[in-house]
């Protein structure tokens, strides 16, 4: 019986540099700097029976190992199609130096060097069969890649999965009936019976990987074992390729040409160095080793860049925390590279799927990252995306919310970042921007491959999802919640910042292929400003179980009350924006008229205090309430008041309606679409405190008109449901990700 033969069929050493790829070439890095003598001696470490150096296209780093035990010589080849130039690599073994010699003239030509190779009797494989590395690769290459090769590497250890797996699935649906049909259309000779074994090698170039994977067989020796590989009885074993394993092999090659240009590495990367320099065995756990030192280094950097950037006497520094940042930058971009290009890679594998097996077994609806700078705040967006959350968790819907919180976490429909570093929004200081490390960001959406990203705030997060998108070539979707630039100019008072702010937005939401409006009016009036293509509606919904008139508390009302009889609510968050000043001024003027009244404030932020010591009498403020507590209070008010301006939608207008008290609200933003003026409510001009007391006065005498359209604006909201809304949500990832709603199978691969 046969021992068990293992080798590494493809890896390279320093020899390899008759590279053909141009960003290497660009950057003036060699294909790889690892000695002969540590590939051999690597892979025999890791259990390789047999050992081969399979260089472009020299034999040079093969012959400095021939003399050692169970070595083989062997070559990759740089071939392509003569008749539109789509070159293709060919791993050819145990050739001698007189083979390597005479194939030379015919590399121009793989239909030249396949037969020169038959000829020879020499084996040898077609490396990384759907690897573009020129013009894209089409069906019709892939189908003379068919006819002409019985030997595909299907596990490339440097290739991601779904392309080694596309490959090994291509191989495994040849039969010989099926050659003869591509023959015929080709007008090709097949030049192998009709069976296509797969093998499997680390196609290492920065040292960390060799012989992670590789091809076995029950074989002795290399005859045996090349012999196997001819008649299909071998296995591939091992990783496949990610972008993390890509980053470190280019951060390897930047390392090594900065060590032999003489270069000096700082001090704080000489650890991530230290582990790119290291052999070890478990390697899967060695990758990840070097990528948390490596987002440590960079957070290291990154504090040394940032203290005391804004103050004066920190000047004179100036120059060493520019370095940081450039240093910083640095070491990570070979991450953000090696997404890149492995995302490139999944499109085009994507596209050869579709054309020769269809969107078979593709799940109904799309998947999608929800990229939010606010998550557990009380907000109207922070709301919605929690209650996205909860229809996750139910199987409702595919998605995954990312945020930041103080330490990272994963849940069910839920994953949370430890940002790198906070800082508190000017003016604003209750609320924190949290800034993840885009390195770590990346490395998860990439894992997760969604259909669709969507980015719901323009803050850190926002633009964290915004980047991964761009960067793995995903769909982006942005769904529009406020207005930011009034929003600023409520806050600073400053023009200036008031408009960088909306151009900022402005270009935020041009990034996006689609963006969601919560309602019909906001749709048109992003129109209005260039989004005219591509704008749907995403209108939220509400939940009647929990905000209903059935939960009015005559013993909450008693007390908010407090000897009166009128009783106004104002839910939101109490900051100048919302413009809760207008409110206060017209009840004011109510109260000097009905002593009666009273109003309750719900809600809490930067303007609180000041408001709350300035108020006039009669006015509560109860701080943040949720669930229960706040659906009391709505369903315990006579009238629901609304003043702010800058909210495109308003989800406590449906909360508020949905629980019975009639709604007087700002004609601005999404009001005028969820309060029916004289029906449901009144709509008042914005800012004007004087009509708003007069709306609110004449609600407060005329019980019969509250309770007429209480009632209405209760059963309008309803109608507002959260299936409608993810439905919705579910069409826009669809058209965003171009998902049909019918998938028609292909039946078999088209011949």
């Keep these: 019986m046969d021992s068990l033969a293992r080798c590494d069929l493809h890896v390279h050493s320093i020899h390899s540099t008759d590279t053909g790829n141009y960003a290497l070439r660009r950057a003036r890095l060699g294909e790889s700097y690892t000695r002969p003598r540590r590939v051999y001696d690597v892979c025999r470490r890791r259990g390789m029976t047999l050992v081969t150096i399979s260089d472009h296209n020299t034999l040079d780093g093969a012959l400095e190992i021939a003399d050692l035990p169970n070595t083989f010589l062997s070559v990759e080849v740089t071939s392509r199609f003569p008749d539109d130039d789509v070159p293709l690599h060919v791993l050819v073994w145990a050739l001698t130096e007189e083979d390597h010699r005479d194939l030379q003239p015919l590399r121009p030509s793989v239909y030249e060097l396949v037969d020169f190779l038959r000829s020879r009797g020499l084996a040898h494989a077609l490396a990384h069969p759907l690897y573009r590395m020129g013009p894209p690769l089409t069906a019709s290459h892939v189908e003379r890649m068919r006819l002409l090769f019985g030997i595909w590497e299907g596990r490339n250890g440097a290739r991601p999965r779904s392309s080694n797996e596309l490959a090994a699935r291509l191989a495994a649906s040849v039969t010989p009936a099926y050659l003869e049909k591509l023959a015929e259309r080709h007008d090709l000779e097949p030049r192998h019976p009709g069976r296509i074994a797969i093998t499997g090698g680390s196609d290492d170039h920065g040292g960390l990987d060799i012989a992670t994977t590789f091809t076995e067989a029950a074989a002795a020796g290399v005859d045996g074992f090349l012999g196997a590989l001819t008649t299909g009885r071998c296995e591939p074993v091992g990783s496949h390729g990610s972008a993390v394993k890509l980053a470190h092999a280019l951060a390897a090659l930047g390392l090594n040409a900065f060590r032999r240009s003489g270069g000096t590495l700082p001090e704080l990367v000489d650890q991530?160095?230290?582990?790119?320099?290291?052999?070890?065995?478990?390697?899967?756990?060695?990758?990840?080793?070097?990528?948390?030192?490596?987002?440590?280094?960079?957070?290291?950097?990154?504090?040394?860049?940032?203290?005391?950037?804004?103050?004066?006497?920190?000047?004179?520094?100036?120059?060493?925390?520019?370095?940081?940042?450039?240093?910083?930058?640095?070491?990570?971009?070979?991450?953000?590279?090696?997404?890149?290009?492995?995302?490139?890679?999944?499109?085009?594998?994507?596209?050869?799927?579709?054309?020769?097996?269809?969107?078979?077994?593709?799940?109904?609806?799309?998947?999608?990252?929800?990229?939010?700078?606010?998550?557990?705040?009380?907000?109207?967006?922070?709301?919605?995306?929690?209650?996205?959350?909860?229809?996750?968790?139910?199987?409702?819907?595919?998605?995954?919310?990312?945020?930041?919180?103080?330490?990272?976490?994963?849940?069910?429909?839920?994953?949370?970042?430890?940002?790198?570093?906070?800082?508190?929004?000017?003016?604003?200081?209750?609320?924190?921007?949290?800034?993840?490390?885009?390195?770590?960001?990346?490395?998860?959406?990439?894992?997760?491959?969604?259909?669709?990203?969507?980015?719901?705030?323009?803050?850190?997060?926002?633009?964290?999802?915004?980047?991964?998108?761009?960067?793995?070539?995903?769909?982006?979707?942005?769904?529009?919640?406020?207005?930011?630039?009034?929003?600023?100019?409520?806050?600073?008072?400053?023009?200036?910042?008031?408009?960088?702010?909306?151009?900022?937005?402005?270009?935020?939401?041009?990034?996006?292929?689609?963006?969601?409006?919560?309602?019909?009016?906001?749709?048109?009036?992003?129109?209005?400003?260039?989004?005219?293509?591509?704008?749907?509606?995403?209108?939220?919904?509400?939940?009647?179980?929990?905000?209903?008139?059935?939960?009015?508390?005559?013993?909450?009302?008693?007390?908010?009350?407090?000897?009166?009889?009128?009783?106004?609510?104002?839910?939101?968050?109490?900051?100048?924006?919302?413009?809760?000043?207008?409110?206060?001024?017209?009840?004011?003027?109510?109260?000097?008229?009905?002593?009666?009244?009273?109003?309750?404030?719900?809600?809490?932020?930067?303007?609180?205090?000041?408001?709350?010591?300035?108020?006039?009498g009669g006015v509560t403020f109860l701080g943040e309430l949720r669930g229960r507590e706040l659906a009391a209070v709505y369903a315990s008010a006579d009238v629901f008041c609304f003043p702010s301006t800058t909210d495109t939608f308003g989800q406590v207008l449906l909360e508020a309606a949905a629980s019975g008290p009639p709604v007087v609200a700002a004609a601005a933003g999404g009001a005028p679409e969820l309060v029916r003026h004289g029906e449901t409510g009144y709509l008042v001009p914005p800012g004007d405190a004087t009509t708003l007391a007069i709306v609110i006065g004449e609600l407060v005498t005329e019980p019969e008109l509250r309770r007429r359209l209480g009632e209405a604006g209760a059963a309008l909201a309803g109608q507002r449901t959260w299936v409608r809304s993810l439905a919705e949500l579910r069409d826009a990832y669809a058209q965003a990700a171009g998902i049909d709603d019918l998938r028609v199978p292909r039946a078999a691969v088209p011949v």
């Design 272 to 616: 991530v160095a230290a582990l790119l320099d290291e052999d070890v065995d478990d390697v899967l756990t060695h990758h990840e080793r070097v990528s948390r030192s490596t987002g440590a280094t960079v957070r290291r950097l990154g504090e040394s860049a940032r203290t005391g950037a804004l103050q004066v006497d920190a000047w004179p520094t100036l120059g060493s925390r520019l370095g940081s940042v450039v240093l910083a930058g640095v070491l990570e971009a070979p991450y953000l590279t090696a997404f890149q290009h492995q995302a490139g890679t999944h499109q085009g594998v994507l596209e050869l799927e579709r054309a020769f097996f269809g969107l078979e077994g593709h799940r109904s609806d799309p998947s999608a990252l929800l990229f939010t700078d606010t998550f557990a705040e009380a907000n109207g967006v922070a709301g919605t995306i929690r209650r996205l959350q909860d229809e996750a968790v139910r199987g409702e819907l595919e998605v995954t919310v990312v945020t930041a919180a103080a330490e990272a976490r994963t849940e069910p429909g839920l994953l949370a970042f430890a940002p790198e570093w906070s800082l508190p929004l000017p003016t604003y200081e209750s609320l924190v921007l949290s800034f993840p490390s885009l390195r770590e960001v990346v490395t998860e959406v990439e894992a997760a491959r969604p259909d669709v990203i969507h980015v719901a705030t323009p803050g850190p997060l926002g633009l964290c999802g915004l980047a991964a998108a761009k960067l793995l070539g995903i769909p982006l979707v942005g769904s529009y919640h406020t207005e930011l630039g009034p929003y600023a100019l409520h806050l600073t008072k400053d023009l200036l910042v008031a408009e960088a702010t909306d151009a900022y937005v402005h270009w935020f939401y041009r990034q996006c292929s689609i963006v969601l409006a919560p309602t019909q009016a906001i749709a048109h009036a992003l129109g209005d400003r260039g989004f005219d293509r591509n704008v749907l509606v995403w209108g939220r919904g509400v939940d009647t179980d929990l905000f209903t008139p059935a939960r009015r508390n005559e013993a909450l009302r008693t007390r908010l009350l407090d000897g009166g009889d009128a009783l106004l609510l104002s839910v939101g968050r109490v900051s100048d924006e919302k413009r809760i000043e207008i409110l206060l001024d017209a009840y004011g003027r109510l109260r000097a008229e009905r002593d009666g009244a009273r109003l309750a404030v719900v809600g809490d932020g930067p303007a609180r205090s000041r408001l709350e010591q300035s108020a006039p």
